[in-house]
């Protein structure tokens, strides 16, 4: 009768196709998650520098809004989670995702040029809702 695992006289025989099978299911896990996280936020905008910018901790509960100012249009484009939207829009919805998760924080992500009336709509918007913890993001150079 065959035997699977090595039997009483030699070394046990080591199962490769397994550990495959689990490093494909994680490779296609990370990079699942990778591509989700990465995709809320908008490579085109230029954040501005501020030269003592603290690395964040932890992304868990963010809610990103992307505000990309047009200069040829004299307009500012805000984003969130993917679509275009007007901040006093998603009140409802940012009011839901604190009722849901009360550690939820708002991350403003808008270009250096943006005017503050355009980020001030985000930050009303957030404290209508209820949402408190507004965090901007900018780079340290």
Do not use: C, H
Request: net charge negative; proline share 5%.
């Amino acid at each position: 009768m065959a035997g699977g695992g090595g039997g009483g006289d030699g070394e046990p025989e080591f199962q490769i196709a397994p550990m495959i099978d689990v490093l494909l299911v994680l490779l296609i896990f990370f990079m699942s998650i990778a591509t989700s996280s990465v995709a809320r936020y908008d490579p085109g905008i230029k954040v501005p520098v501020a030269p003592d910018a603290n690395k964040k901790e932890d992304s868990e509960g963010e809610l990103v809004f992307n505000i990309a100012w047009k200069a040829a249009d004299n307009a500012a484009v805000t984003t969130y989670e993917e679509r275009v939207v007007a901040p006093n829009e998603v009140i409802a919805a940012l009011a839901a995702r604190k009722k849901a998760d009360a550690k939820v924080r708002v991350l403003v992500r808008a270009d250096a040029e943006t005017p503050v009336r355009y980020i001030n709509a985000v930050v009303n918007a957030a404290a209508q809702a209820g949402i408190i913890d507004v965090t901007f993001a900018t780079v340290a150079r």
